[in-house]
Structures are given as C-alpha cells and as structure tokens.
C-alpha cells in the first residue's frame, strides 16, 4: 500500500463505529444498546470490534465494518468512508498533513421513473411521511428515485444550486449515503415554511421530514451526519435564526450536539423523546 493510502487509512479506521452502522441504515436495538440490526444480520459492538451474531465472523475498525456490511473490497470501503464521514475522523498531531477527503468530481444517480413508486411506498409506509410532503419534494424535483431504487435527496445552496444529495436504500438493501462528490459544507436538504426564523438540524433527510411532518413551524434541515459544524450555519446565524440542534437521542447524538453548542452558544438542543424523530412520528 503506498504511503498515501496507508495515512487516509490510518485516518479513517477509528471512526466511531456507531457512525458507520447508522450511516449504512442499521437500525439500534432498543433494549440492548451495544446490538445493531443490519442488511447482513444481527451485529455488536464493543469500542471499536464488531461481532456479526448472524453469520458468525467479526472484525475491527471502520474500515472492516464497511467492507463487511457493503462486501466491499478494502479500497472502496476507504474511499467510502472519506466521503461520507471525513467530518468524524479524529485528528492527531500524526495525521496533520494528511487530507482527508477524496476529491472526486460530483454526479447525481440518474432518475428512474420505474422505481418511484417502490421510493414513495418505503417513505409512507415504512418510514409514515406525510404523502403530502413526499409528493411536493416530487413534484420540485428535490426527491426522485434512482435505478437502485434508492431515494435521492438534493442538497442545495446558494441560489439552490444543487451541491450534493442524500441517497437512502429503500429495497432489500436499507443503506444510507451520498452521491459521490457531494458538498455538505456548500449546502443542505431542507424543507421549511415560509417566513419563519426557526432551524432544526437533524442528521438526515429522513429525520428533517419527520420532524417538519411533526411540527411543520421551521426550517427543518439535514446535516447529512452528525456534523457539528455545517458550513452553512453560521451565516443563519448572523440573520438572528433561532437555532436547535436535534440530533438523535443516543451517544453519537449528543457528542455532536455538546460540540456544536460548544461551537455556536446560540444553539440550543431538541432532543427527541426516542432514538430518533422517525421512531417519534412512526410512534404517532
């Protein structure tokens, strides 16, 4: 491996495993917090090792989770996780230095028409999104389905320039990512009502809809992640937006929020009563 591989992967393989299962769309268990529920079956996890009770093997480290869940190989596990969760990479004085992003060149999955109805049925029904609000993203063009039959959220930024989309596997396989090339720090999926000074961060597209389908008198909007300091936010701040950071209801959660209000005192923390705000409107 040249030296340049061995650093990025040196960065990336102490990425909260956490992170890595719910970015995948692992789902917690609600009485045991150390048990995941994956694509590839029943998962623990215990600092940074993971054991795989379904199918009985194990491994440590981001960068084996990935390949283990996806079936990767390791470069594209690598190159994977430095485009989805280069803002959860701890730094070190050894790693000054070393970038830690790919640079790649941004494109959208090309729309399929064929598997918007499989999108818009997993969003109802799976996920009870008001048909509403999914129908209006539709129409917009913000939400269209791709030939993997994954849901695709366009981030936007100034001028609503497309900078970036959220994709969230809605077949057999339940994963979450983003298109390669994306630009979190240029922008964000939102949805919001007009003339309100409200902003709730959530950590995806997923949880802005439920919050907003809950509580529809803000902006609700998506840090793609447990990014505790979206580019975009301090200009909000400036304008005299009210703030709340309402990430989910468990560790990672909360490091990210403790950090961002650590950043910007003027944010204030929404915490949702369960993991999440989709298991709060599914409960509804």
């Known amino acids: 491996m040249c030296e340049d591989m061995r650093g990025k992967a040196d960065l990336v393989r102490d990425i909260d495993l956490i992170e890595v299962l719910k970015r995948c769309g692992g789902s917690r268990d609600h009485h045991d917090r150390a048990k995941w529920y994956t694509c590839q079956g029943v998962i623990s996890v215990t600092g940074q090792k993971f054991t795989n009770w379904t199918k009985y093997v194990g491994g440590g480290g981001a960068i084996d989770l990935?390949?283990?869940?996806?079936?990767?190989?390791?470069?594209?596990?690598?190159?994977?996780?430095?485009e989805n969760l280069s803002s959860s990479i701890i730094r070190s004085p050894a790693h000054v230095g070393i970038k830690p992003t790919v640079k790649s060149i941004f494109k959208l999955p090309e729309k399929d028409g064929r598997n918007l109805s499989k999108v818009t049925d997993y969003l109802r029904y799976d996920r009870c999104i008001p048909v509403v609000l999914v129908n209006g993203?539709?129409?917009?063009?913000?939400?269209?389905?791709?030939?993997?039959?994954?849901?695709?959220?366009?981030?936007?930024?100034?001028?609503?320039?497309?900078?970036?989309?959220?994709?969230?596997?809605?077949?057999?396989?339940?994963?979450?990512?983003?298109?390669?090339?994306?630009?979190?720090?240029?922008?964000?999926?939102?949805?919001?009502?007009?003339?309100?000074?409200?902003?709730?961060?959530c950590e995806s597209a997923i949880?802005?809809?439920?919050?907003?389908?809950?509580?529809?008198?803000?902006?609700?909007?998506?840090?793609?992640?447990?990014?505790?300091?979206?580019?975009?936010?301090?200009?909000?701040?400036?304008?005299?937006?009210?703030?709340?950071?309402?990430f989910d209801?468990?560790?990672?959660?909360?490091?990210?929020?403790?950090?961002?209000?650590?950043?910007?005192?003027?944010?204030?923390?929404?915490?949702?009563?369960?993991?999440?705000?989709n298991e709060v409107l599914r409960s509804q």
């Open 66 to 82: 990935v390949m283990h869940l996806k079936e990767w190989n390791f470069m594209s596990a690598l190159s994977w996780l430095l």
């Open 207 to 246: 949880d802005a809809l439920s919050y907003f389908a809950l509580r529809p008198d803000c902006i609700a909007a998506s840090t793609s992640g447990t990014n505790p300091k979206p580019e975009w936010l301090s200009a909000f701040i400036a304008r005299g937006f009210e703030i709340f950071c309402g």
């Open 137 to 201: 993203l539709i129409r917009s063009g913000r939400l269209y389905a791709d030939k993997r039959c994954n849901a695709v959220f366009l981030l936007l930024g100034k001028e609503k320039k497309i900078v970036g989309a959220e994709l969230r596997g809605t077949s057999h396989s339940r994963w979450h990512g983003m298109a390669p090339g994306s630009c979190k720090k240029s922008g964000a999926f939102y949805v919001k009502r007009q003339h309100t000074k409200k902003i709730v961060l």
């Open 249 to 277: 209801n468990d560790e990672a959660g909360e490091k990210a929020a403790i950090k961002m209000i650590h950043l910007y005192p003027v944010v204030r923390r929404l915490r949702p009563i369960k993991n999440d705000w």
